[in-house]
């Protein structure tokens, strides 16, 4: 069956990086968009970014130009590198596969997003 596990969450000062890993595996991962999501304790889960088959990448506004997407299809591995992180990042962070090979304009649509992992958190202290 497709498993999805995230690793990499943890507690940081605000200013400071973290590196997110996510491994899919019971899929075929360079045929899966895959994307990352977040969900802050009272908030809604919303969509944080995106990464096609070829590399294409897709970011919300709040952080765009901190946060980078990448893909390793040899290890089916996704990652997440955090910099300049800010307390309002502070989130469970979830990874998600989409079986497309783009993500679209609409990259943010959870329901296009068929395997999810269990999330790991990020603590961002001020």
């Known amino acids: 069956q497709v498993q999805v596990v995230e690793s990499g969450g943890g507690l940081v000062q605000a200013g400071g990086s973290l590196r997110l890993s996510c491994t899919a595996s019971?899929?075929?991962?360079?045929?899966?968009?895959m994307g990352w999501f977040r969900q802050a304790p009272g908030k809604e889960r919303e969509g944080v970014s995106c990464?096609?088959?070829?590399?294409?990448?897709y970011y919300a506004d709040s952080v765009k130009g901190r946060f980078t997407i990448s893909r390793d299809n040899a290890l089916n591995t996704l990652y997440l590198t955090m910099k300049s992180l800010k307390v309002e990042d502070t989130a469970m962070y979830y990874c998600?596969?989409?079986?497309?090979?783009?993500?679209?304009?609409?990259?943010?649509?959870?329901?296009?997003?068929?395997?999810w992992g269990q999330g790991t958190q990020v603590t961002v202290s001020s």
């Open positions: 998600a596969a989409k079986a497309s090979r783009y993500c679209s304009g609409s990259w943010e649509n959870e329901e296009d997003f068929g395997y």
């Open positions: 990464i096609n088959r070829r590399g294409s990448t």
């Open positions: 019971g899929l075929t991962f360079d045929d899966y968009s």
